[in-house]
């Protein structure tokens, strides 16, 4: 989780009965490490619910900020897919894409799990003030590392691609999420009613959670160029 990153393409799906393996594969091997290539991608992590409730998948992939996902260079990839990915994106089920911005963080660890609590896009925005007295009531709990909250950027998840119409169904868009790391499911487990009820109290809708564990994690190669290091 890089303090720097100022924009998120939130993603989670499940995917065709029995294709997981190639999912994954093609995630492990090409997708994910295409992605953090890319100009402005600082890193892409895949996580795997720990469980039997869907969706199956939650990926992240962080960016300097949402302006990335409709550069150039980006949409050059959703249109011109590889030939495994056209293989793979028909497989994709009950998928939500959305470009988001980060609005707040509190923390900097990140731990092997994750809870997700998605917004419908008819919430009411969950406010800064809000969400760091949120994290401050539940952040000294045992194994809770840090939160991020995240807002949807308009129109820049709607855009039409090759991608999408290889998936072929629109993809569902959420209106914000807030995502807690922690060091075990037992932290999340204990932690997500608790979360439910605070979001639901603040934004007037009820948030959907899932709690997941780290399966990849990526860097971009290009990390300190997009970072403006030395």
């Given at each position: 989780?890089?303090?720097?990153?100022?924009?998120?393409?939130?993603?989670w799906h499940d995917v065709?009965?029995?294709?997981?393996?190639?999912?994954?594969?093609?995630?492990?091997?090409?997708?994910?490490?295409?992605?953090?290539?890319?100009?402005?991608?600082?890193?892409?992590?895949?996580?795997?619910?720990?469980?039997?409730?869907?969706?199956?998948?939650?990926?992240?992939?962080?960016?300097?900020?949402?302006?990335?996902?409709?550069?150039?260079?980006?949409?050059?990839?959703?249109?011109?897919?590889?030939?495994?990915?056209?293989?793979?994106?028909?497989?994709?089920?009950?998928?939500?894409?959305?470009?988001?911005?980060?609005?707040?963080?509190?923390?900097?660890?990140?731990?092997?799990?994750?809870?997700?609590?998605?917004?419908?896009?008819?919430?009411?925005?969950?406010?800064?003030?809000?969400?760091?007295?949120?994290a401050a009531r539940h952040?000294?709990?045992?194994?809770?590392?840090?939160?991020?909250?995240?807002?949807?950027?308009?129109?820049?998840?709607?855009a039409s691609s090759t991608?999408?119409?290889?998936?072929?169904?629109?993809?569902?868009?959420?209106?914000?999420?807030?995502?807690?790391?922690?060091?075990?499911?037992?932290?999340?487990?204990?932690?997500?009613?608790?979360?439910?009820?605070?979001?639901?109290?603040?934004?007037?809708?009820?948030?959907?959670?899932?709690?997941?564990?780290?399966?990849?994690?990526?860097?971009?190669?290009?990390?300190?160029?997009?970072?403006?290091?030395?």
């Amino acid at each position: 989780m890089l303090a720097a990153a100022k924009g998120i393409l939130a993603i989670w799906h499940d995917v065709a009965e029995g294709a997981e393996r190639e999912i994954f594969d093609w995630y492990d091997r090409e997708h994910h490490l295409e992605r953090t290539a890319i100009p402005g991608f600082l890193s892409a992590q895949r996580y795997v619910s720990v469980d039997d409730r869907r969706p199956l998948i939650f990926n992240r992939y962080e960016t300097t900020g949402p302006e990335v996902m409709t550069s150039q260079a980006y949409l050059d990839c959703l249109a011109s897919p590889t030939a495994w990915g056209r293989r793979c994106q028909p497989l994709y089920r009950n998928m939500s894409r959305t470009v988001c911005r980060v609005k707040a963080r509190a923390g900097l660890a990140q731990g092997g799990f994750a809870a997700t609590l998605r917004l419908p896009s008819t919430a009411r925005p969950f406010s800064e003030t809000a969400f760091h007295a949120f994290a401050a009531r539940h952040g000294a709990r045992w194994g809770v590392l840090a939160f991020e909250l995240w807002q949807a950027e308009g129109g820049a998840s709607n855009a039409s691609s090759t991608e999408r119409q290889l998936r072929g169904r629109d993809d569902d868009v959420i209106g914000g999420a807030v995502v807690v790391h922690a060091t075990s499911r037992e932290a999340l487990d204990d932690l997500v009613p608790d979360m439910q009820r605070d979001i639901e109290a603040a934004t007037g809708a009820g948030a959907i959670a899932g709690v997941y564990r780290l399966a990849f994690s990526a860097y971009s190669q290009r990390l300190d160029e997009a970072l403006g290091a030395d």
